[in-house]
């Protein structure tokens, strides 16, 4: 079952995208070099003690962690230790999420350590971030899940990769939908797959974590021994961008967005839902 909120629940969903939106701030800053993946988790778990909520992350299935850090290889779910320390040059997503009156916030982004970064790298987290946005703003009444989907893989497909080839978009991970827990109905993928159909109309009420993972070649993965840290199988570094998102009767509303969305969504020629909270 697809769970369709009503105003008042967007509103305190805002309100925990408001402190995963606390937390990328935080962390981004702390992401420098010499600092480990720990470091990064104990910024987060104190800025959700600081607003009173809860972490989604910690113990959700037997997750060690409060974040999830995920360095050059690491697509997804590296958990957070003492030995992982930032280099110069490396690059990091940072998955995380709260709970805030049983509602949940689940937002990732990809932070550059240091500096000297190769243009290559660069250029796949902005595309990996743009496509997000491109997803973000194909989130429209009237629209099905897929075309959400569509809007993803095609920004992707076409923005030409440095060097030749093509990106690898991730097959076994994607988008969920996100309410009362964490990971809920539908499963949004980021690419077209017919046999799953169109997937289900998109509705006021709706909401979804939009997340694109995207590599410099193979799309494919593999977990590590620690049955989390989800990696390349080629090693190739990857990028990894999400927001969770609220479709109302009046457009999307980026529920971890400081700003609602309001800024990119207008790059795509989308206004976003006004901001419950604001004022």
Not at 26 to 55: M, Q, Y
Not at 182 to 189: E, R, S, Y
Request: aromatic content about 6%; some cysteine.
């Amino acid at each position: 079952m697809v769970q369709i909120k009503t105003p008042e629940q967007i509103a305190k969903m805002r309100e925990a995208g408001l402190v995963v939106a606390a937390i990328h701030a935080a962390t981004r800053e702390a992401a420098v070099p010499g600092a480990t993946t720990r470091d990064l988790d104990e910024v987060a778990r104190k800025v959700l003690e600081e607003h009173g909520a809860k972490s989604n992350f910690l113990g959700y299935g037997g997750f060690p962690a409060t974040i999830c850090t995920s360095a050059n290889e690491v697509v997804v779910h590296g958990i957070p230790d003492d030995k992982t320390v930032l280099k110069d040059g490396d690059i990091i997503s940072i998955d995380c999420g709260a709970v805030v009156d049983g509602w949940h916030g689940d937002a990732a982004f990809t932070a550059f350590v240091g500096s000297g970064h190769a243009p290559e790298l660069i250029e796949l987290s902005r595309v990996t971030e743009e496509s997000m946005w491109a997803g973000i703003a194909a989130m429209k009444v009237g629209n099905r899940l897929v075309d959400i989907s569509r809007a993803i893989e095609t920004y992707i497909r076409r923005q030409p990769k440095p060097g030749g080839g093509k990106y690898g978009i991730v097959e076994d991970y994607g988008g969920h939908g996100i309410g009362t827990e964490m990971h809920m109905d539908p499963h949004l993928l980021n690419y077209v797959e017919r046999k799953r159909g169109k997937g289900p109309k998109l509705v006021p009420g709706l909401c979804l974590a939009i997340e694109p993972m995207v590599s410099l070649g193979t799309p494919r993965t593999e977990v590590l021994e620690d049955d989390w840290t989800v990696v390349t199988t080629d090693g190739t570094w990857s990028s990894h961008w999400e927001h969770s998102v609220a479709l109302t009767a009046e457009g999307p509303l980026v529920l971890t967005a400081p700003d609602g969305g309001r800024a990119k969504l207008a790059e795509y020629g989308v206004t976003a839902a006004p901001d419950p909270l604001a004022g």
